[in-house]
């Protein structure tokens, strides 16, 4: 079980937090923030409704694991390492994976938010990807 810390990076349906006592490891929670049909239910009520996606972390879980097995290995240190689902002290599960940092240093943002032009070489890179 993980002890989950300060937010580190909010998406939409999700937020990005420290694992107290792992300053090299992050948890992914679902949070019910987004709108759907005029509320704001579960997220995997959500995927579940629109994508008949039962258990959403664990899709995500699962199709890394797909992606990692036939992904070329000069392309895997490209993604995030991931390393499984765990429960949290308050209930939640977490997809656990490793810290993103960008080349400042920094905890990645998500692309969304990111405002620095990428490097070309990322786009390069996704299109073998």
Not at 83 to 99: C, F, P, T, W, Y
């Amino acid at each position: 079980m993980i002890q989950l810390g300060e937010m580190l990076v909010k998406g939409g349906w999700c937020q990005i937090l420290a694992v107290q006592g792992r300053p090299d490891l992050c948890a992914k929670v679902l949070v019910p923030k987004r709108r759907f049909k005029g509320g704001k239910p579960e997220p995997d009520r959500i995927v579940s409704a629109k994508y008949g996606i039962t258990d959403f972390l664990e899709y995500e879980w699962a199709n890394y694991l797909k992606i990692m097995g036939k992904c070329p290995e000069d392309l895997k240190r490209h993604f995030v390492t991931m390393h499984g689902i765990e429960n949290s002290q308050d209930g939640r599960k977490a997809l656990i994976m490793d810290v993103v940092k960008d080349d400042r240093g920094e905890i990645a943002p998500n692309l969304v938010r990111n405002a620095r032009p990428l490097d070309p070489r990322f786009h390069e890179i996704l299109e073998r990807i």
